[in-house]
């Protein structure tokens, strides 16, 4: 199928408001009459649903959790950006847009950032009208920082925990339209399939996780908003219950899956301590703004950090990219700290860890303020106390997160921290409206592959979940809808719904069947322990046709093999897992797939073969300047090529140096 | 930081559904890591369990982050475990030693209905939230974000207010199964800040109203929930609540 972008015509700039301007209206009496299902109350899912009441829509909302109020973008710390230029530091839409384009590595689709970037400063005002507690200066106007090396201050934050105030407004905003009957909310729900009528997204299978039933839904249309999948990789930055079963289930149904390869790996984590790990814990990027990277010059260097002088100490980013420094973008962080690693210059027990330090901030933040307070000759305790003040002031949660978890002082150690995946810049292809290729089935936030390209910038996405949600899809499905009037809801007893239940019912029943001997956090594990040796930070032809048998293995092995506790009728989280674990392993085949196809390297894509001499990243234009979007038949998936062009910009070679 | 390993005998609550009787059972684990946390000493019991091929315990948790409000366990007669200002999935096993008798029950509090083993159904809070825990703003009505200045005072102790997980250990850890540090902390946000003063009135007496419906109790003045909540949420936010609602009731028709 020839993929329709949809882009509007006329200038970049106009582009949005002239989709405004034409696209179709839904008027009051007929929105009533349209129901709405909204899977995932994230940023994009909440905003989505809450702002969709507001129009008189009649909407269904959807979690997993046992609350909207927990959906994993709670878990958000950093900040958000928008294009305000509150700091009159010379920001503007313009660069905000450049600015993702060539963090994405000029590998999205040029429209859709730049309406991203236009639409940016109305989240803002969105959520202080909710009641949003951004961080603010003495005078009373919002602050700002800095965040992932951009050269202005866009960010807006809520000390570290920006996700979790901006998901609390939604909420609010989504509550509110539950009260007032406007939004029907399923909590403990969780999506099994899309029901198709006609073509036509009209409905979805949910199991209610408290009974284990079956429930069948109608909708006119379809919003997925269900997160990322970094946890086909089992270790993640993600919370344990995201999963891509929602999208996943989209996509054998006929939606494009779209650069499934462009996943996102994190510089700054905790690193794992041990078989037992569950998860990873994110150390946020601001620290990258005070602490410096370092690992010993020595090979296996066994003194304690605080052991090792300053001239055997070798701060590679500083040494390799003496522009950015620490600051450097993700991807390009991340790969050379796995670098040092591989070369066996790691720390800690693993070996598999860098330093970030925070003594020279320390001492440095120390003398300003014993400048400041007049003390002449400062003793150097006095200084280094001052300065733990100042570093406590900036990072402080941080700082405690990190002593819960590790049980050591940051302020008198270096941090600990090694890269973990972290978001994923592929998922569900939409055009310019969000619409899949499913005709009323729309992705919203981190499950889409919109605007990000094959890297996103720090604190993008956040804006993405909520530019969608807020003030995109509001519009867009208008369009859709207008031609749905006169079509009544259509009863869940239809055929297609009675197929789909089925369908669901007998993998359940399959699943519970098997009766094996292994767990299923046993197989998750050992997919994630392939996707990360062979799909992770660096990709090789070999590595990924291996993991490609590899995976298959795994998957029959599943099928005949995985023990699943207890019943179908009940709470059974054992059952949930088992059904995510079965849709990451197939995802985690197209992963690899993807890989292999893209033969160059492009931002959170490094391909072993396509690098330069001195060890970056090389994109080739010529060849891969398209989306990849796969398409799923029956006999396998089929790559389908949306060529990127580019108006405003000219792709150009990204250096950090 | 220097580890170890640990024998632990845990006694942990278990329960079918809400509609059958629980009970204590008694499980030995071996060779817990001090660096684990303590979901995961969790997650190594039940992998066994798994093995074993029987029925592995049930419990909420999602970020393992302390932040999602998910995580859930009375551990020792404390709600979240031993450690100030902490939720139990940020809980670690440096925290007990070899030997250790750990006693692991669900959230106990009549509004709080136990759905399986640890897992309890919260969804009180939800409603409580509906009644008016929120500014009736519509999207796309806003003004400039920096139209209106805040105190920056006012706005860290709203942020202090907002910090709530919404996890229910206030309630959990309150003799009288109260949820007032909950609903004050939503209360206090929205009060201290311009956007919330419209509705100042009726949000604190609808929210009140609705948790007076859902069967929470009495607050008492005994301050466990704030020695207990993981966020620190102060009782001060449950003094300006009863200031807000006292005001409600003196101006029920505002
Ligand atoms: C630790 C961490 C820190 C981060 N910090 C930042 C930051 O500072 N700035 C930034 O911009 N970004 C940050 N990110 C990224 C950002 O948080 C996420 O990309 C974003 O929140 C995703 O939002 P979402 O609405 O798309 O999905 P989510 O918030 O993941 O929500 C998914 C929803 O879908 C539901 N769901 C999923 N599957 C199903 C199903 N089958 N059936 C029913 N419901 C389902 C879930 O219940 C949930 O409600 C961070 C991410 C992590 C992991
Ligand atoms: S007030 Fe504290 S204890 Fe109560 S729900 Fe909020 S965070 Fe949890
Ligand atoms: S699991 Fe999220 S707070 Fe504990």
Redesign the interface.
């Given at each position: 199928m020839a993929l329709d972008a949809k882009i509007p015509g006329g200038e970049m700039a106009q582009k949005w408001a002239n989709y405004k301007d034409h696209a179709k209206l839904v008027s009051p009496a007929n929105k009533r009459k349209l129901e709405i299902i909204v899977v995932g109350t994230g940023l994009a899912g909440a905003?989505a649903a809450?702002?969709l009441g507001?129009l008189g829509y009649k909407v269904k909302s959807f979690c997993f959790?046992?609350?909207?109020?927990?959906a994993?973008s709670?878990?958000a710390q950093g900040g958000i950006n928008a294009a305000?230029n509150?700091q009159n530091d010379g920001d503007s839409v313009y660069r905000l847009f450049y600015e993702t384009e060539k963090g994405g590595d000029f590998r999205s689709r040029e429209a859709n950032t730049y309406r991203l970037a236009q639409v940016s400063g109305?989240i803002?005002?969105?959520?202080?009208?909710?009641?949003v507690?951004?961080?603010?200066?003495?005078?009373?106007?919002?602050a700002n920082r800095s965040f992932g090396g951009t050269q202005v201050q866009r960010t807006f934050y809520?000390?570290g925990?920006t996700g979790?105030?901006l998901l609390?407004g939604a909420?609010?905003?989504l509550?509110?339209q539950?009260?007032l009957g406007n939004v029907t909310?399923y909590?403990r729900h969780e999506m099994h399939d899309i029901v198709k009528i006609d073509g036509k997204a009209r409905g979805i299978i949910a199991r209610n996780l408290?009974t284990g039933k079956l429930e069948r839904y109608f909708g006119h249309a379809v919003l997925i908003c269900s997160g990322g999948y970094g946890n086909v990789f089992y270790l993640s930055t993600n919370?344990?219950?995201s999963n891509v079963t929602a999208a996943w289930k989209s996509h054998k149904k006929g939606a494009y899956f779209a650069n499934p390869c462009y996943t996102q790996i994190h510089p700054t984590c905790i690193p794992v301590?041990?078989d037992?790990?569950?998860?990873l814990?994110l150390m946020s990027e601001s620290l990258r703004n005070d602490g410096r990277i370092w690992v010993p010059k020595q090979k296996d260097d066994k003194r304690k950090a605080n052991e090792i002088p300053e001239d055997e100490r070798d701060y590679y980013l500083e040494r390799r990219y003496p522009a950015f420094g620490n600051l450097g973008p993700r991807d390009v962080t991340s790969r050379a700290a796995k670098e040092r690693c591989d070369a066996g210059y790691g720390v800690g027990t693993t070996k598999k860890a860098v330093y970030l330090d925070f003594a020279d901030a320390i001492n440095r933040y120390g003398k300003t303020e014993a400048h400041k307070k007049g003390f002449q000759n400062a003793s150097p305790e006095t200084i280094i106390e001052l300065g733990k003040q100042v570093v406590k002031e900036k990072y402080g949660n941080l700082f405690e997160?990190y002593e819960?978890?590790?049980?050591?002082n940051p302020y008198v150690v270096p941090m600990r921290i090694y890269p973990a995946v972290h978001y994923t810049m592929g998922g569900l292809w939409v055009d310019y409206e969000l619409m899949t290729t499913v005709p009323g089935l729309y992705c919203l936030g981190e499950a889409n592959f919109s605007d990000h390209g094959a890297n996103r910038l720090g604190a993008s996405a956040l804006m993405q979940g909520l530019a969608d949600g807020?003030?995109v899809i509001?519009y867009t499905i208008g369009n859709y809808l207008s031609g749905e009037i006169r079509t009544p809801a259509i009863s869940t007893s239809h055929a297609a719904f009675e197929e789909a239940e089925n369908a669901v019912r007998e993998r359940i029943e399959k699943l519970m069947n098997v009766k094996g001997?292994e767990?299923?956090?046993?197989f998750h594990k050992r997919l994630g322990h392939i996707m990360w040796e062979k799909c992770g930070m660096a990709r090789n032809d070999k590595g990924l046709r291996e993991a490609i048998e590899e995976i298959k293995v795994l998957r029959k092995e599943f099928w005949e093999n995985v023990?699943i506790?207890?019943e179908i009728f009940?709470?059974n989280?054992?059952l949930d897992k088992a059904g995510r674990v079965a849709d990451f392993m197939e995802l985690g085949e197209l992963i690899c797939m993807d890989a292999l196809n893209r033969r160059e390297s492009c931002g959170g894509h490094f391909r072993e073969e396509s690098q330069t001499e001195d060890g970056e990243a090389k994109r080739i234009d010529e060849e891969f300047s398209y989306v990849a979007a796969w398409e799923y038949t029956t006999d396998g998936e089929v790559l389908n090529k949306e060529p990127l062009t580019f108006e405003l910009t000219k792709p150009s070679e990204r250096s950090y140096k | 930081m220097e580890h170890y390993n640990m024998n632990l005998t845990l006694k942990v609550w278990r329960q079918k559904n809400a509609n059958t009787k629980g009970s204590f059972e008694t499980f030995e684990v071996k060779d817990i890591s001090s660096e684990m946390s303590f979901l995961e000493m969790f997650d190594v019991l039940n992998e066994r369990l798994v093995n074993e091929g029987k029925d592995p315990i049930t419990f909420d948790h999602d970020c393992r982050e302390g932040i999602c409000g998910a995580c859930s366990m009375y551990v020792d007669g404390r709600a979240h475990g031993p450690w100030q200002k902490n939720t139990v999935c940020q809980l670690h096993m440096r925290a007990y030693k070899d030997g250790d008798t750990i006693v692991v029950e669900p959230w106990r509090a009549n509004s709080f209905p136990v759905i399986k083993d640890l897992m309890v159904d919260r969804s009180a809070f939800d409603r409580i939230i509906e009644a008016g825990g929120f500014v009736s703003t519509n999207t796309g009505n806003a003004a400039d974000a920096n139209a209106l200045p805040i105190e920056r005072e006012k706005s860290e102790a709203a942020f202090d207010a907002a910090a709530c997980i919404g996890c229910g250990a206030c309630v959990a850890a309150c003799p009288n199964g109260s949820a007032m540090l909950f609903v004050s902390a939503k209360v206090s946000q929205l009060a201290l800040l311009p956007q919330g003063n419209p509705e100042r009135k009726i949000r604190a007496r609808n929210m009140v109203e609705q948790m007076d419906k859902e069967g929470f109790g009495n607050c008492g003045n005994i301050h466990n929930c704030e020695a207990e909540c993981p966020k620190g949420i102060s009782v001060e936010n449950i003094a300006r609540l009863n200031k807000e609602f006292l005001s409600a009731s003196f101006f029920p028709e505002v």
């Open positions: 905003s809450a702002t507001e959790q046992d609350s909207p109020r927990r994993h709670i878990a305000k509150y109305n803002i005002d969105q959520c202080v009208a909710q009641g507690p951004f961080a603010r200066e003495y005078g009373g106007l919002l809520a000390a925990q979790q105030q609390l909420y609010g905003a509550e509110r539950v009260a909310m909590s408290v919370a344990m219950g301590t041990g037992h790990q569950s998860k814990t997160m819960k978890i590790t049980g050591e807020y003030f509001p001997t767990s299923v956090e046993s023990r506790p207890g009940e709470m989280p054992e | -």
